[in-house]
């Protein structure tokens, strides 16, 4: 933990042990605590922090069931704090608040088949929940990844998603947008693989995140195979300057995103999602 | 809503709380406020400044804003002084106490850096121990509210808090409402019931001059206890409850809560927002002269060495265009929906996070709007009661 | 044995379809096996037939004189490609190809045409699934075209 529980509001230094390019726009930073403990739970925050220049809301994307001070975050440049972050280098501070936030729910899915629905770096918040799925395997049946993204170089984590497909029991999909050179792999939105996936609608729990309006149709596909609002997760974004609940800018109906969420069970936000500029 | 609020109440304050009360001349003020000096409380109260009564520092009875009284319409303040003895003869202004329990400006830490590494340096402030003299009813609800925001989840502020434990309270009943004010059709006002240490109903008379005190907590026994009063009589008690129940009937305004939580979350697409829209000029006046609002916003800075950082907390604004902002652009681009989210959120959705309403009806929204939008008259005309916007009628007549 | 019948009726496509209905159906079938790379139909072709995948994948896709040829989409399992048989003027409007080895019941179109023709209710059924599988690639185009994984920074700076 590193939230001061004297002091929600304070940051504490970590070292980046390593940083890896994942795509053209996104990367990954391995970060230290200094007491070499790091607990959370999957679809769990931090506030990363670049000196000086300000903070911002990133997912924790490493194994949760090593709490072993090794934290990962997969970011993406898309403002001047994940700019600054991103030229980063192996030694630098950076400063982390967290982690915050709800989790996936992988104990309300034991003994269930497990639909997870991702796109782009959507599938960053979720890599904590397949490595517990992959932990914990003989708890769940049949656990299904399907992830879309942009175009064959855009796709996260590649080394990882064939060793989870290839060792570890996991129906992994993968669909791009665009194909582009030897790409031989499905193309289309990744909605499309939701039918053609094999799971039991009646028994299974599904977590989602992308961008909203991916997350829109999955969930319209999701219910068009049988399963019900209540038993589908999805996790939400908006804006996150305090991450306790006092600022007031990632409100989202009569929810913070930061404390009752990012996770949600749809059902709870069913009647504000999709609304226009709620 | 008060019931709800006073079982959150720590014991002391609520216990006997209306058993005795007490008479308090209005010659003895001053050695109220001097006996609050000397206990170290750092004493502030309505005083005038820039044409308005706001609060600040009271050295003495003088910086009280003595024989004025104020005039309030949407979209229109005045300042009178009429004359007369009256310590509390007119209602708020346009700052809250959220300003010393939430200050506006903040700084939340500082860093320093040596090569790849930063230290953070925690703020020690030596907290001021605050004694508010002349809270109003609604005032103390909207504190309670914000106790609620900064104190009753998961996470507590600590500047908030550090600040809040230490405060004393000196309660002023409302005798005069004012033309924007609707605490009576709120449920928080205008007699203070809750959270106060020591509560004062002025009587002025032809030939007597008197406050009728009640002691809210042991701190205000305490306080008591060091100047003069005496045991209040039937009489003098029932004058005072006289002027407590006509100032209850003479609102400016009343807001129709029934449903009213429900009825916002059914219309969400209603042309009324659009409406309000074409007059809100999104000034975000209304959110600071609020005092349940409480949103902030964080400024990272640092010097020109770069080797010292700061980070800042500031009020902000869900009328602010970039309040919404993620990587693309912000949620809540038109003014409408910014609109809608406010006043969806302080009647609403606030009941569902804080399990009451964000609204203590001081009327400071309608009054310091710029364009005069009443709060009230949109709520009644998302019921379909009203159809025309008032303008600010007052103010027109005036000039 | 499995009849051409019976693997009809338990594909996808197919499900719940008459009895009656399949017996026609399967009159006009046969079953294709495609080697990886093999192209199924051609653009500009006389379209006059349609598959119903049992296994593999084929590819959607679009010739470009200047480069590769453009995949638009991929289609597997239980899902069904070629639809101008239904429409005049009966060619087709894109390419197929097998991306790997791919097992597929083709339908004689021209055959399935004049049987539509004489039993409406055959027409109005077959029409009914293939407006719905229209309906989702249209609406997954749709998404498809809104990029929605493109960096919003570099969008906005376009």
Redesign the interface.
């Given at each position: 933990m590193s939230i001061s529980t004297?002091?929600?509001?304070?940051?504490?230094?970590f070292?980046i042990k390593g940083v890896r390019k994942e795509t053209h726009?996104t990367f990954t930073l391995e970060l230290e605590s200094q007491n070499g403990k790091f607990s959370f739970e999957p679809g769990q925050f931090n506030m990363l922090?670049v000196?000086?220049?300000?903070?911002v809301p990133i997912s924790i994307s490493s194994d949760p069931t090593k709490p072993d001070g090794r934290l990962t975050h997969t970011a993406?440049?898309?403002?001047v704090v994940t700019k600054a972050m991103k030229q980063m280098r192996t030694?630098?501070?950076l400063?982390v608040r967290g982690p915050f936030g709800t989790r996936w729910p992988l104990e309300e899915a034991v003994g269930r088949d497990v639909v997870i629905v991702t796109?782009?770096?959507g599938l960053a918040p979720l890599r904590p929940a397949l490595y517990q799925l992959i932990a914990k395997r003989n708890q769940y049946r049949k656990v299904v990844l399907l992830y879309?993204?942009?175009t064959p170089d855009?796709i996260l984590y590649q080394k990882e998603l064939q060793k989870w497909g290839g060792e570890f029991d996991l129906e992994v999909h993968v669909?791009v947008?665009r194909?582009t050179g030897a790409?031989?792999?499905?193309?289309?939105?990744v909605?499309?693989l939701i039918?053609?996936a094999l799971f039991d609608p009646s028994n299974a729990i599904a977590m989602v995140c992308?961008?909203e309006?991916?997350m829109r149709?999955t969930i319209q596909e999701l219910g068009k195979r049988g399963i019900s609002n209540e038993r589908i997760y999805v996790s939400m974004?908006?804006?996150m300057?305090?991450a306790?609940?006092?600022?007031?800018?990632c409100?989202f109906?009569?929810?913070?995103v930061c404390?009752d969420g990012p996770v949600f069970q749809f059902n709870q936000i069913a009647?504000f999602f999709g609304?226009?500029?709620? | 809503m008060s019931k709800q609020l006073s079982l959150k109440m720590p014991k002391a304050r609520t216990e006997r709380a209306e058993e005795s009360k007490f008479i308090l001349e209005a010659s003895h003020l001053g050695q109220l406020l001097s006996a609050l000096i000397g206990k170290g409380y750092r004493a502030i109260g309505p005083t005038v400044r820039d044409g308005a009564i706001v609060y600040d520092e009271l050295h003495s009875l003088r910086d009280l804003p003595v024989g004025y009284t104020d005039e309030q319409a949407p979209g229109c303040y005045r300042l009178e002084k009429g004359g007369g003895r009256a310590f509390f003869n007119y209602t708020v202004g346009p700052q809250s106490w959220k300003k010393f329990l939430h200050p506006p400006s903040l700084r939340l830490w500082k860093a320093d850096r040596e090569d790849h590494r930063f230290q953070v340096v925690q703020e020690i402030e030596q907290t001021t121990k605050f004694a508010f003299l002349g809270v109003r009813s609604c005032e103390l609800q909207a504190i309670l509210i914000q106790d609620k925001v900064f104190m009753g989840g998961q996470f507590v502020d600590p500047v908030y808090q550090a600040c809040r434990d230490n405060i004393f309270v000196v309660a002023v009943n409302c005798t005069k409402p004012g033309g924007t004010c609707f605490c009576q059709s709120m449920g928080t006002g205008p007699k203070a019931t809750v959270g106060f240490d020591l509560a004062l109903t002025e009587v002025l008379e032809a030939k007597a001059h008197y406050f009728v005190l009640e002691v809210g907590s042991k701190k205000g026994a305490e306080v008591l206890a060091e100047i003069p009063y005496r045991q209040a009589d039937k009489k003098r008690i029932q004058t005072a409850n006289r002027i407590l129940a006509r100032s209850a009937k003479r609102m400016g305004r009343a807001m129709d809560q029934t449903n009213l939580k429900e009825l916002l979350y059914k219309n969400y697409e209603h042309p009324r927002w659009k409406e309000v829209a074409s007059r809100c000029l999104s000034c975000a006046n209304c959110t600071m002269a609020c005092p349940t609002c409480f949103c902030t916003t964080v400024e990272d800075l640092t010097d020109l060495t770069g080797q010292h950082a700061e980070r800042w907390r500031k009020w902000d604004s869900c009328f602010a265009m970039d309040f919404s902002y993620i990587y693309g652009g912000s949620v809540r681009r038109s003014v409408k929906s910014r609109y809608r989210q406010w006043m969806t959120h302080k009647l609403a959705t606030w009941v569902d996070q804080f399990g009451m309403s964000g609204c203590v009806g001081c009327g400071r929204c309608i009054t310091w709007c710029p364009v005069g939008i009443d709060i009230t008259e949109e709520v009644r005309a998302i019921r379909g009661q009203t159809s025309k916007p008032k303008s600010p009628k007052s103010y027109k007549e005036k000039n | 044995m499995e009849t051409l019948e019976t693997i009809m009726a338990k594909h996808d496509f197919l499900s719940r379809m008459k009895k009656p209905h399949l017996k026609i159906l399967s009159g006009c079938a046969s079953n294709v096996v495609f080697k990886p790379d093999q192209y199924i139909f051609h653009e500009g072709e006389r379209a006059d037939r349609f598959y119903l995948i049992r296994a593999g994948k084929v590819a959607i896709e679009i010739r470009s004189p200047e480069k590769d040829s453009i995949t638009i989409d991929t289609v597997g399992q239980g899902e069904v490609i070629g639809w101008s048989w239904l429409v005049p003027p009966y060619r087709w409007h894109f390419d197929a190809r097998a991306v790997e080895l791919t097992r597929a019941i083709a339908l004689d179109g021209r055959c399935l045409r004049t049987k539509c023709e004489r039993d409406h209710d055959l027409g109005y059924e077959l029409l009914k699934r293939f407006t719905n599988v229209v309906v989702q690639r249209l609406s997954a185009t749709r998404l498809q075209l809104l990029d929605l994984y493109g960096n919003p920074l570099k969008r906005s700076k376009k």
């Open positions: 004297e002091n929600p509001m304070l940051t504490t230094p070292r726009d922090y000196y000086g220049i300000g903070e993406r440049e898309v403002g030694g630098d501070t400063g796109g782009g770096i879309g993204a942009r855009e669909t947008d194909a790409w031989r792999g499905n193309v289309g939105v909605t499309t039918s053609r992308g961008p309006i991916m149709y974004e908006r804006n300057k305090c306790i609940g006092f600022c007031g800018h409100q109906g009569p929810m913070f404390q009647p609304k226009q500029e709620v | - | -």
